[in-house]
């Protein structure tokens, strides 16, 4: 059912259009990724989000922090944390304060590839809107995303 199928409701059309917008996105930012530095879409998300945290109180995530930030289960978050850690991209230890938490820092490695993978994702997600802002069904959602203003990162705990 193609999202401009008359069967579906208003709704319904504009998350089949997100949704083939997102999926176009992540696809090819994924083989910009892999094909340039080796790393998936969720790789580099979750590298850049752990190299935004911050030395001190509050500064690290926790587990299920990190979980929501990249959109997977915390299961999910663990193994891929544990692939990039036996790559030598990640480093985990245990919370000094709380011995039950375990942190995670993003190596120098780590630092160094995400660096070099920045522009690779930011250029890959320019191109994907390019071309999705050719598609008449797709274009009002780029032109949503080119628009949204970025917020300031509320700290860790807060909602």
């Not at 059912?1 to 176009?24: E, F, I, K, V, Y």
């Not at 500064?59 to 299961?75: F, N």
């Amino acid at each position: 059912m193609a999202a401009n199928d008359p069967a579906l409701t208003a709704l319904a059309q504009g998350w089949c259009a997100l949704s083939l917008l997102h999926g176009r996105i992540e696809a090819h930012i994924e083989r910009a990724l892999q094909s340039g530095h080796g790393l998936s879409a969720r790789e580099f998300s979750l590298l850049d989000v752990l190299s935004r945290q911050h030395d001190g109180t509050g500064g690290h995530l926790q587990m299920k922090q990190v979980a929501d930030a990249v959109v997977l289960s915390q299961s999910a978050t663990t193994r891929l944390v544990a692939r990039l850690e036996d790559r030598g991209l990640l480093t985990r230890y245990i919370c000094d304060t709380d011995r039950r938490g375990i942190y995670t820092d993003v190596t120098d490695a780590g630092r160094q590839l995400l660096a070099a993978a920045r522009p690779t994702n930011d250029g890959a997600l320019r191109e994907a809107l390019d071309e999705a802002a050719g598609n008449p069904e797709l274009a009002p959602l780029v032109r949503a995303v080119e628009g949204v203003e970025t917020v300031p990162a509320r700290s860790a705990g807060t909602g």
